[in-house]
């Protein structure tokens, strides 16, 4: 019996050195060539594959690659910048990424024989136009790691870290109907929220009961509302607002639901929005028309249901490919622009911007998925204000780094499955899409999971965050 369980801890020790090897860990920080300054949000990736990451705001980054990858090629790649490649099992953690501007010449560009648009408005159009050669145009899915971030002026309130899988029947539908998200690891979760908010309790009533519509938070009384129902409340509208359902089947997903009633991106896209040709960049040896999105004559409306989300106007970027006019990245504001609009957005975000998106893009089999999303905005929060009459209360507040509050999601898509009998494997099952719901902790299925890398402000911020929590043990 002894032999036999001694040769049994051998085995098992085995298989776990094995599992410790089968990765490789590669770790290290994208600066630029001229300034060292690091270069945020470069794409870091095993070609022709979906192994992949994206560099932090320090520019650095840590990617898990499979041993049957060892001899395969790794790319680090940004708009603007010449390509550093290497093997895989040449890889050098100890030496930073040093990465040389590459850009081409707008007026070579733009002296060409062909009949090539060439104002920024005709060549968002002609991207919008091959859209549905672009983008994926059958079922797929998409395993990803989300980070979800709540924080006021002075440090993180929340802190949410999970793996999901989206699945997606192709840009031909429609995603209300055909887009699904299961959660299917946590990884963190922390919430430490001080909240109380009689605000977001008036709105919850007046959006999921028969109560009078004129209801305010003023007509409210505390010590008459049970906290249980004030949780249920806030837990509402942390779905209503940051739910990952609302991000992907919602207008900001600018292009895969151009199709939708009244898309952003739709047919009036230049009622909305104007489009000026900025430059052209490099990117993998590939032109890239870089074009400023600026404000239309009409104010931008995202139609939100019990929200006041009219009157903004639109600012950003747009990334296009020369070759064939696919979207590689978007940069994307909305900013208070009406008067009823400011007053809202100053008020009770402390902020006029009040939605920033950032989307970039994987070209894989010559179609474009998602690769990287971040998704910023403000949020309605009543921070450690319970009103006595005390003049202390009153100045906690109007602290306004202890009362203005903003989340921050975060999304890294890390591999594509097209494999239909995987898909409709996955379909059978129950399918969930909450990421706040609290799970237990699977330590295997994180140990090589690829995750994003924490700046050193967040680390720092992270880590004290759990010093006055500890991680879900179920």
């Known amino acids: 019996m002894a032999v036999f369980l001694k040769r049994l801890l051998i085995v098992v020790f085995s298989l776990y050195s094995f599992s410790t090897i089968a990765q ?47 001899n395969d090629t790794l790319v680090v790649s940004s708009i603007g910048y010449k390509s550093f490649k290497t093997p895989v099992k040449e890889f050098d953690n ?6 040389e501007e590459d850009v081409a010449s707008l007026s070579e560009v733009l002296i060409v024989a062909d009949n090539r648009p060439k104002t920024g408005n005709e060549i968002v159009l002609k991207a919008i136009e091959e859209l549905p050669y672009n983008m994926p145009d059958s079922s797929y899915l998409q395993k990803g790691f989300v980070r979800h971030k709540e924080r006021n002026k002075k440090e993180f309130k929340w802190l949410v870290e999970s793996a999901i899988t989206i699945y997606d029947s192709g840009f031909y539908s429609n995603t209300a109907k055909n887009l699904k998200i299961n959660v299917d690891q946590v990884r963190k979760s922390y919430d430490l929220r001080d909240v109380d908010s009689l605000l977001t309790y008036t709105s919850y009533l007046k959006n999921t009961s028969k109560i009078s519509k004129r209801l305010s938070s003023k007509n409210l009384k505390r010590d008459t509302i049970k906290t249980t129902s004030l949780v249920k409340a806030i837990k509402w509208n942390d779905t209503r607002v940051n739910g990952l359902e609302n991000l992907f089947k919602g207008k900001l997903n600018l292009l895969r639901n151009v199709q939708n009633t009244k898309a952003l991106f739709g047919d009036d896209i230049l009622e909305r929005h104007q489009f000026k040709l ?24 995202l139609d939100t249901k019990g929200i006041f989300n009219n009157g903004f106007k639109a600012e950003g970027w747009l990334y296009i490919y020369w070759d064939t006019f696919a979207v590689k990245k978007i940069e994307y504001e909305l900013i208070a622009a009406s008067d009823a609009q400011k007053s809202r957005s ?11 998106l950032t989307i970039s893009y994987m070209e894989y089999q010559d179609k474009m998925y998602p690769n990287y999303i971040y998704y910023e905005t403000p949020k309605l929060v009543n921070v450690g204000y319970k009103p006595t009459g005390k003049e202390e209360d009153k100045a906690v507040k109007y602290d306004r780094d202890e009362r203005y509050y ?23 099952k129950t399918w969930d899409p909450d990421i706040f719901a609290v799970k237990p902790y699977n330590k295997e299925f994180w140990r090589n999971y690829n995750i994003l890398l924490e700046s050193e402000e967040e680390e720092k911020m992270i880590q004290d965050l759990t010093k006055r929590s500890s991680l879900f043990k179920g």
């Open 278 to 301: 900025d430059t052209v960049l490099v990117e993998n040896d590939r032109k890239i028309y870089k074009i400023k999105i600026e404000e239309g004559k009409d104010f931008v409306n």
């Open 94 to 99: 100890s030496l930073e990424i040093i990465l």
């Open 346 to 356: 100053k008020t009770l975000f402390d902020t006029y911007v009040n939605h920033k």
């Open 406 to 428: 903003y989340t921050v999601q975060e999304i890294l898509f890390t591999e594509i499955i097209e494999d239909q009998d995987e898909v409709q494997k996955a379909l059978s």
């Open 24 to 70: 490789t860990e590669l770790k290290n920080k994208i600066v630029d060539f001229t300034s060292f300054l690091p270069i945020e949000n470069a794409s870091v990736y095993i070609q022709n594959t979906t192994i992949g990451t994206v560099s932090n705001s320090d520019g650095k980054f840590v990617l898990s690659v499979p041993q049957e990858y060892q």
